[in-house]
């Protein structure tokens, strides 16, 4: 009877969380929008989505109503699914590496986009078919093959994959240095910088259509992997003795991580720390199991990441800041809390 009751409060506590995380989403968003050079109340901005919607025929200044669809709505969306992917696959990376400093570049994913990024913005590569975006997730694509080659494919175990992906990293880094400080002007290498820190200012729908579905087909294939993530904490050849194929799960879900990750950074480009932070918050909030844990990570990291928005467009009047900056203020605090945890438990 006991353990009913205990289950039914469990239940209950993870409803409220993703109730919660639900209304604490639309608060953000709302709030998001309403930011800017022109001001626009919170309710304004639900009249204007409830008529697109046609759930109601409130009168709207036109101006208000192109502001909102045409620029800020979008831009809060895509940074609630950025959000929601990155805490996502650093979820997936922390558990698969078993490393609680894992997160999703450390595949090296982030430096191979940024290499293919300067090679269309400096270099000129793709004669204008291939957009920044393009060159982007084509840089990250041969990061995650090269680290998938280096760490031995399935047979890779999580040790080699780390010094694979820190290889990787360095190469493309190297790569972008090399590129930007040979071929690049002032202003190209201005632009370059700024792109690297992250920046939601030009995302429009056709982003957000893209992002949403690679996020959202994400999170449903790696919720059907939930099981085999838990079994992954107690090792590699545990799992296999609980009938788990490891090489297959964990190609199928670096596959899956590089995928969402690769997308998001030729989007809106690099953005730390928050496949680092989110995952620890949402298995302080609802533990360890990843049935529970995934769908967290991608609320938590939704709220997340649109709030950081806001305060990149907040903290300094009439400037917006590079995202990464605003996470990186966050982060760099909760790594050295991490850190120090783990000096303690050894």
């Known amino acids: 009877m006991n353990g009913e009751y205990g289950a039914l409060q469990g239940k209950a506590a993870l409803a409220g969380l993703l109730l919660g995380s639900l209304a604490a989403i639309g608060l953000a968003i709302g709030l998001s929008v309403g930011i ?16 697109r919607l046609g759930w109601s025929s409130v009168e709207i200044d036109r101006v208000y109503e192109t502001v909102i669809w ?6 809060a969306l895509v940074a609630a699914f950025c959000g929601a992917g990155l805490a996502l696959s650093g979820a997936i990376m922390q558990s698969l590496l078993r490393n609680p400093l894992a997160e999703p570049y450390v595949l090296g994913i982030s430096a191979g986009a940024s290499t293919g990024a300067v090679a269309i913005i400096i270099l000129g590569l793709g004669g204008g078919v291939l957009s ?4 982007a997730f084509l840089g990250a694509f041969a990061a995650f093959c090269f680290v998938a080659l280096l760490s031995n494919g399935t047979r890779g175990g999580a040790d080699r994959t780390i010094l694979a992906g820190v290889a990787a ?9 090399y590129i930007v400080t040979t071929s690049g002007n002032a202003q190209q290498a201005r632009d370059v910088m700024f792109w690297l820190l992250g920046s939601f200012g030009g995302v429009r729908w056709p982003e957000f259509m893209l992002v949403s579905v690679v996020v959202s087909l994400g999170l449903v294939a790696c919720l ?3 099981r085999t993530l838990d079994t992954f904490a107690f090792g590699d050849e545990t799992a296999a003795s609980l009938g788990v194929n490891v090489g297959r799960a964990r190609i199928v879900l670096f ?9 998001i950074v030729s989007m809106v480009g690099s953005i730390g720390f928050v496949g680092l932070i989110v995952p620890h918050t949402a298995r302080a909030l609802i533990g360890p199991l990843h ?3 995934l769908p967290a990570c ?3 990291g939704a709220v997340f990441m649109v709030l950081a928005d806001v305060a990149s467009r907040a903290l300094i009047p009439q400037q917006v800041l590079p995202i990464g900056v605003v996470t990186a203020l966050v982060g760099v605090p909760f790594f050295s809390i991490i850190l120090y945890r783990l000096q303690r438990a050894s």
């Open 36 to 51: 800017g050079d022109l001001p626009i109340p919170l309710g304004t901005t639900l009249a204007a989505v409830t008529n």
């Open 70 to 75: 045409d620029y800020r709505l979008s831009r």
């Open 132 to 135: 920044l975006s393009g060159g």
């Open 169 to 177: 990293s360095q190469l493309f880094n190297a790569a972008t240095s």
């Open 224 to 226: 059907c992997y939930a």
């Open 255 to 263: 596959a899956l991580t590089a995928m969402m990750t690769a997308t």
């Open 291 to 293: 049935v529970r844990l």
């Open 298 to 300: 991608v609320l938590i």
